[in-house]
């Protein structure tokens, strides 16, 4: 496959979006330009919803499309399953094996990554702790670090040392993206 020219992210939140921004610049050298980020909710309504609402229209244009596309779907699991997130997105979507789709899903939000990329042990049930101490963070430039930190490992194909279950499932699910980010 060749490397994908656009990426379509479709995400809950700012958090969501400057995760997946600095990942795939710093790990895969991506352009801002590739990367088309669908506008959110922004504290107007339910992220979730909205990713829930717009997947099967975006797999839909992702079929259509003559150039090599990505849809990177980020959607925290929250009272869910992950696997139960992901069987939800996978029935409105159709997604295939096929299909340039991964799935990034956050137990209760990606500020539970960035406390474990800052080395903090973390509690994926915790729903707080994290989003309290790491919430502005999460939004800003002073997450690039943490960020940059998984983007290198990911990009060099290293094993996490002991990571939130949701961290290492979205690594497993990334592999289906892997070549399409990969330079000719």
Request: glycine share 4%; with cysteine.
């Amino acid at each position: 496959m060749n490397k994908a020219s656009q990426i379509i992210v479709l995400c809950e939140d700012k958090a969501h979006e400057v995760f997946a921004k600095r990942f795939l610049k710093k790990g895969w050298g991506v352009k801002p330009r590739a990367i088309r980020v669908l506008p959110y909710p922004d504290g107007k309504g339910s992220g979730k919803k909205h990713v829930y609402d717009n997947i099967s229209l975006e797999t839909e244009g992702l079929r259509k499309r003559h150039a090599s596309t990505i849809l990177l779907v980020i959607q925290d699991a929250d009272e869910l399953s992950i696997d139960q997130i992901k069987s939800n997105l996978d029935e409105v979507s159709l997604r295939s094996n096929n299909d340039s789709i991964a799935y990034i899903i956050p137990k209760w939000h990606i500020q539970t990554w960035i406390a474990y990329l800052d080395g903090e042990n973390v509690d994926e049930m915790d729903k707080k702790t994290y989003k309290n101490k790491y919430g502005k963070i999460s939004e800003l430039k002073d997450a690039h670090p943490f960020i940059d930190k998984l983007a290198y490992i990911c990009r060099e194909n290293k094993s996490l040392e002991s990571p939130p279950d949701s961290l290492a499932v979205a690594c497993e699910e990334f592999n289906r993206i892997r070549n399409s980010l990969k330079k000719k």
